[in-house]
């Protein structure tokens, strides 16, 4: 199947017509910066570029950084409360004209690495994480998500742990790879205390630089950057459109 998956970050909107069966994309992905936060008729112009860039007509599924109820966004990360409590599928659809699916950004990137990546006929527990502007988090046992686990939100010091350990803050704090990589060890070791992963898949843009900062962390589970790097979120979006619900 054909669809058109859409990746929302905290910084641009990125999508790709994807083939479901082979996780490839179908072209060139296309990218629109936004604003952070992002306010809500920037975010529908965004999808709409993108579908319009395509000249897409067919079904469009969305990853989108908070968690999703059915159509709903219930709860939002860093792209802004205006997004919260929004049915988030029909929005998306008034926008762009066509049927629209909205899923969680990290579980839709889960489903990419455990049909094509890093995860392929991984059994017991394995945990996806993206660090980006925030931490996503995506739970899977024996191959089946649970879905929107929100680890990121692990509290820590008062405030959700994402705000301590994601890769916009070794950016923002201008940390070191070994100052940041202590901060992301705290947080994985709060996670695989709660979860006992057997496999820990590092997703997000610095999945791509893993040989400067994985060497510094401590982990009892199998560390591993995600394989599908930063397409995992617009291949998993198209898949999670065949997902039951
Ligand atoms: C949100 C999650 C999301 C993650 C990565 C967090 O702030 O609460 O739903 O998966 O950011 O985008």
């Known amino acids: 199947m054909k669809v058109l998956g859409i990746d929302i970050g905290g910084s641009a909107f990125k999508g790709a017509p994807v083939d479901t069966k082979t996780g490839r994309l179908l072209a060139e992905r296309h990218r629109v910066e936004v604003d952070a936060p992002c306010p809500t008729a920037q975010g529908l112009a965004a999808v709409r570029e993108i579908v319009q860039h395509f000249k897409w007509k067919g079904p469009v599924s969305i990853g989108f ?28 659809g008034r926008a762009t004209g066509g049927k629209v699916r909205i899923f969680n950004d990290a579980d839709a990137a889960g489903l990419a690495e455990m049909k094509f990546g890093a995860g392929r006929g991984q059994k017991g527990t394995v945990l996806m994480l993206t660090f980006g502007t925030g931490i996503g988090s995506a739970l899977f046992y024996q191959g089946q998500l649970f ?8 509290p820590w010091r008062g405030k959700p742990i994402e705000r301590f350990a994601s890769a916009a803050v070794r950016k923002r704090r201008d940390l070191s790879w070994a100052e940041w990589a202590k901060r992301v060890n705290l947080s994985l070791g709060a996670m695989e205390r709660l979860l006992s992963p057997e496999l820990i898949i590092v997703g997000g843009g610095v999945s791509k630089k893993s040989e400067k900062w994985f060497k510094y962390l401590k982990v009892r589970a199998r560390l591993v950057p995600a394989k599908m790097l930063n397409d995992a979120g617009i291949v998993g979006a198209a898949l999670a459109w065949e997902q039951p619900r």
């Not at 950084?65 to 599928?89: C, M, S, T």
């Not at 879905?147 to 692990?154: A, D, K, S, T, Y």
């Open 65 to 92: 950084p908070g968690i999703i109820k059915g159509d709903h966004i219930r709860a939002v990360g860093n792209l802004g409360e205006n997004w919260a409590h929004l049915n988030g599928a029909a929005l998306f």
């Open 147 to 154: 879905p929107n686990v929100e680890l990121g939100w692990i």
